[in-house]
């Protein structure tokens, strides 16, 4: 594997997401983001879930594959996924840290985030190989094959952990976040 171009690939997934996360906040300061307007829609309390949810599972899992094949029209999808997720967690950080909540959004997020904000990250990284390394390059003259052996092993690494890491996401989400705010009282 090419380790410095996927971690430069990571950094600049990374970058988009925290881009995103960054103009949420910003443009909170000036819509009037309400804890109140949100409050019915934010996270899991712990009647919404009680079981492994296929339908998180679902969602999570649409998100990463639109990633992995989005590099196949140029990365677009793939940037614009990743930089509105950064952008929804940032609203949802934005609606928390106005109300002082900010115990509840850790609480609510960290045990699944630290799966799924990498499980994006990973997935937007692997894309991200497809359409400036290969392609280009290869619709330039400066390749004879758009894919070698070793892009697809480093593709198909890449896509398998983070649909790995995703499934976990969705199983601490639905197991493991509702019985800390259970716990919290959240």
Known sequence: ?????????????????????LVANCLSEFDGISF???QNT???????INTFSISILLKNLTLIIILILGGFIFG????????????????I????????KINQFLLLTLPHGIFEIPAIIIAGAAEFKIPYEKIIRYLAGKKERILTKDVIKEYLTLALISIILI????????YVTPKIAEYFQI
């Open 1 to 21: 594997m090419n380790k410095m171009n996927i971690i430069a690939n990571i950094i600049l997934a990374f970058i988009i997401y925290i881009a995103g996360f």
């Open 36 to 38: 109140q307007s949100y």
């Open 42 to 48: 934010l996270f899991l309390p712990v009647n919404r």
């Open 76 to 91: 677009f999808p793939t940037f614009l996924n990743i930089f509105s997720n950064g952008y929804m967690f940032g609203v």
């Open 93 to 100: 950080f934005a609606v928390y840290s106005k109300t002082f």
């Open 167 to 174: 499934v976990i996401a969705a199983f601490v989400e639905a």
